[in-house]
């Protein structure tokens, strides 16, 4: 019986391990698109003052 808990313990630690690194691989993620839509948005304002500046 002791191997069976033992095992059990394993595999919740196991998978609480599994869920934060699951967690923290998402939020990078998250973190990485938000800095790619910042730099796209850069871009825009940057071709927008520069096609304002090239207009007039």
Do not use: C, P
């Amino acid at each position: 019986m002791k191997g069976v808990y033992d095992l059990k313990k394993h595999l919740n630690r196991y998978s609480w391990v599994y869920g934060k690194v699951k967690e923290s691989i998402e939020q990078l993620m998250k973190n990485e698109l938000l800095r790619i839509v910042e730099v796209n948005w850069e871009i825009l304002k940057l071709s927008a003052e520069i096609g304002k500046n090239t207009l007039f």
